[in-house]
């Protein structure tokens, strides 16, 4: 069964400050992905990684991926208050052609001023 | 305007009572899923669907149905809905043979009385 864990489940951080999520998944995936999601709203796709050693950034938001490890890092650069949001990684699960989705549980940030 | 509509968006009903979600997509996507997202535990997927005619269960199928007639639409169905289902549904859609992010809709909030 294919389980994906994000930690830490919760994060409070200071404005300025920087911190890193991780993504354990238990299983080989060919793909995972990073979502957003603000309050009360719906998601919103951040990063999409698709090899061993795939990094990308944008603004403040860094993710990574290392498959082997089965571990995705998404970095968090002088955080800022608009970064305050949850925020979750995916897998596939890719079986006789068919894509199953599998999320974390996410982490819900939130930046103070 | 690329999006996925789902109705409605705001849902009290009382248990047994049957009752449809509708999802709607205008991107061509082939891939559509329906997930519900309960705190604590992430989203978890219900039903997906690769294309028309076409659906597999996710890892929380109990208690709904689906049906995939057209590319666009794919509707959840409560045939008699229980507490338990009350929860924030969202429903998704992305291409298949690619390695693009799912879309998502803005979400449908149940309560079952």
């Known amino acids: 069964e294919l389980k994906v864990e994000q930690n830490p489940l919760f994060l409070s951080m200071q404005e300025g400050k920087n911190y890193t999520i991780y993504c354990n998944y238990s299983t080989t995936s060919d793909r995972l992905y990073w979502y957003r999601q603000d309050p009360g709203k719906s998601l919103e796709s951040l990063f999409v990684?698709?090899?061993?050693?795939a990094v990308k950034q944008e603004g403040r938001l860094m993710a990574s991926l290392d498959t082997k490890a089965r571990l995705s890092t998404l970095h968090i650069t002088a955080a800022v208050h608009d970064l305050s949001a949850t925020y979750f990684c995916a897998v596939v699960l890719n079986t006789s052609g068919t894509y199953k989705y599998i999320f974390g549980t996410g982490t819900r940030l939130k930046v103070l001023a | 305007e690329a999006q996925v509509t789902q109705n409605p968006r705001y849902l009290i009903t009382v248990t047994g009572k049957k009752l449809t979600v509708t999802c709607s997509q205008n991107m061509n996507h082939e891939y559509m899923s329906w997930y519900r997202q309960d705190p604590g535990l992430g989203l978890r997927q219900i039903y997906y669907s690769m294309n028309v005619e076409v659906t597999d269960k996710g890892d929380v199928p109990e208690g709904y149905k689906v049906s995939r007639k057209e590319k666009r639409n794919f509707p959840l169905i409560l045939e008699s809905p229980s507490p338990n289902q009350t929860s924030l549904y969202f429903c998704?859609?992305?291409?298949?043979?690619?390695?693009?992010?799912?879309?998502f809709g803005p979400g449908t909030r149940l309560t079952v009385l």
């Open positions: 998704a859609s992305s291409l298949v043979f690619s390695y693009n992010e799912q879309f």
């Open positions: 990684l698709l090899s061993n050693g």
